[in-house]
């Protein structure tokens, strides 16, 4: 069974600093699909990155990479220059070739402070 | 264009009530998916449905949860006699075709509800 695994339950950084968001995941499929979901207090669950496992390139969304290692099974998501509308929690979740069902981590609480 | 839209926002029922959530995907999207969070962990699948059809309910109890996405008018999840156990916040996704068709797609999903059962 495919399982995702974020072992941070909160972290907390100053505005402008670089905070990186670990994801951890087991699967026996060749080919699947990593994202990361933000989850600010408005409770909207929001896309922030999605990246495929077939490409070897990490996916950046303006101040949002991911660090992608396949043999790790690691999917860190790199926040640069962090503003205080960063604050939210932040989720990791899979999907595998074969399925549509997304699996889905703890989350990972972050705060942005002033 | 509205996103998935989400009501109501909170629900209580008292144990024993019916719980009723509504979910309207995104204008062009057929396909909806409901998950649940319990506190503390992330979102867990329960329901795929698309116009008129039940995919897959694999993530769903088998009593007192039921899920409709008629032909016209939103999505329901319906939970009869509600339990504390039963306390979380729902969401709902859509996307606009198939998921095997696009298996990048990320999913467009609503604001959730968050049901209380007292």
């Known amino acids: 069974a495919q399982t995702v695994t974020q072992s941070q339950p909160e972290m907390s950084v100053q505005e402008a600093e670089t905070v990186t968001l670990s994801c951890t995941y087991d699967?026996?499929?060749?080919?699947?699909?990593l994202f990361w979901y933000k989850q600010p207090p408005s409770r909207q669950m929001i896309l922030v990155i999605r990246q495929e496992a077939y490409k070897q390139q990490n996916a950046t969304e303006n101040r949002f990479s991911v660090n992608f290692q396949k043999a790790a099974k690691s999917f860190s998501l790199k926040i640069s220059d962090s503003q205080l509308g960063d604050t939210a929690m932040y989720f990791c979740?899979?999907?595998?070739?074969?399925?549509?069902?997304?699996?889905w981590g703890a989350g990972t609480k972050l705060i942005i402070k002033p | 264009n509205a996103g998935v839209m989400q009501n109501p926002r909170h629900l209580v029922r008292r144990r024993g009530q019916e719980a009723r959530l509504r979910c309207s995907p995104m204008k062009g999207h057929s396909h909806v998916y409901w998950y649940r969070q319990l506190p503390e962990e992330g979102l867990k699948f329960m329901v795929y449905l698309q116009k008129e059809n039940i995919i897959d309910e694999s993530g769903m109890p088998k009593e007192r949860f039921s899920a409709e996405f008629p032909k016209e008018g939103p999505s329901i999840l319906r939970i009869q006699q509600v339990v504390r156990g039963d306390s979380a916040a729902y969401f709902c996704?859509?996307?606009?075709?198939?998921?095997?068709?696009?298996?990048?797609?990320?999913?467009?999903f609503g604001s959730g509800t968050r049901l209380t059962v007292v």
């Open positions: 996704a859509s996307s606009p075709v198939s998921p095997f068709s696009d298996r990048g797609y990320g999913y467009t």
């Open positions: 979740a899979f999907r595998g070739d074969s399925n549509y069902q997304l699996i």
């Open positions: 699967t026996s499929e060749n080919n699947y699909y």
